[in-house]
């Protein structure tokens, strides 16, 4: 028998699978009717405009109903496998409300674009990384504390690695967003669905001092700290 046919340990992978459809269709989507551009849009792009923005919500919605049935099951394991175990059972419940905070905040993220509600589909972009990493964060210290009674330290170390990783991803996502949104890059940013050349992106200066009469004179220059700006046609 396949292990996802045991009870109910298909749910982690559906939960998976069914995300990353939700998240390649849009795209698709997006991307043919010329909505975005193709090369790596923020995802929330992909969910901005009808129709591909009908699609994106309704399939995080059912994301986020196979992501509580995913932590309730989670929460019900750990439950039964530590029946009298203080810690572990307020460990558990403090997962069990991240986790949900997490789907809230994943289903706020699909129905509210962010070309329409931007702050609140910030604070559901937020919820969904932000209290979906701690959760991980949970889940990997009952994993500690779950060894080697329930199972052996290769579940703890593989879950530790990957709640490294998000925190990092997440932390790192939030911070260059909040710069970017806070910087100077045009005040449509929030709209902004598409590139051209024209936009300001980098600035670069190139400043030179000599301290010869020319660029091959090893004298030093009779003018102290005299600085001249080099341009291409000089060269």
């Known amino acids: 028998m396949w292990w996802f046919q045991q009870g109910?340990?298909?749910?982690?992978?559906?939960?998976?699978?069914?995300?990353?459809?939700?998240?390649?269709?849009s795209y698709?989507?997006?991307?043919?009717?010329?909505?975005v551009d193709p090369v790596l849009p923020y995802i929330s792009d992909t969910g901005?405009?009808?129709?591909?923005?009908?699609?994106?919500?309704?399939m995080l919605n059912i994301a986020a109903v196979l992501c509580i049935a995913t932590i309730y099951v989670r929460y019900k394991q750990v439950h039964a496998?530590?029946?009298?175990?203080?810690?572990?059972i307020r460990l558990n419940k403090a997962g069990l409300v991240l986790g949900l905070l997490s789907?809230?905040?994943?289903?706020?993220?699909?129905?509210?674009?962010?070309?329409t509600f931007f702050a609140v589909h910030v604070c559901g972009a937020v919820l969904t990384f932000g209290m979906g990493s701690l959760y991980m964060f949970v889940q990997t210290i009952l994993s500690?504390?779950?060894?080697?009674?329930?199972?052996?330290?290769?579940?703890?170390?593989v879950r530790l690695l990957l709640v490294i990783w998000?925190?990092?991803?997440?932390?790192?996502?939030?911070?260059?967003?909040?710069?970017?949104?806070?910087?100077?890059?045009g005040t449509d940013i929030v709209e902004k669905l598409h590139w051209n050349p024209k936009d300001k992106k980098i600035s670069l200066?190139?400043?030179?001092?000599?301290?010869?009469?020319?660029?091959?004179?090893?004298?030093?220059?009779?003018?102290?700290?005299e600085r001249t700006r080099l341009l291409s046609r000089d060269l």
């Open 205 to 225: 200066r190139v400043e030179a001092n000599l301290h010869g009469l020319t660029l091959y004179d090893t004298a030093p220059c009779p003018v102290n700290n």
């Open 144 to 157: 500690y504390q779950m060894q080697p009674k329930i199972h052996g330290k290769q579940v703890f170390w």
């Open 28 to 35: 698709i989507t997006a991307i043919t009717l010329h909505h």
């Open 103 to 115: 789907c809230l905040g994943l289903s706020i993220v699909a129905n509210f674009q962010k070309t």
């Open 166 to 185: 998000c925190g990092v991803s997440a932390f790192s996502m939030l911070t260059c967003s909040s710069l970017l949104y806070h910087g100077t890059f």
């Open 81 to 88: 496998l530590n029946p009298e175990e203080n810690r572990i």
């Open 8 to 25: 109910l340990s298909f749910l982690p992978s559906a939960l998976v699978i069914w995300t990353a459809a939700a998240f390649i269709f």
């Open 48 to 58: 901005t405009v009808a129709p591909e923005k009908c699609l994106f919500g309704a």
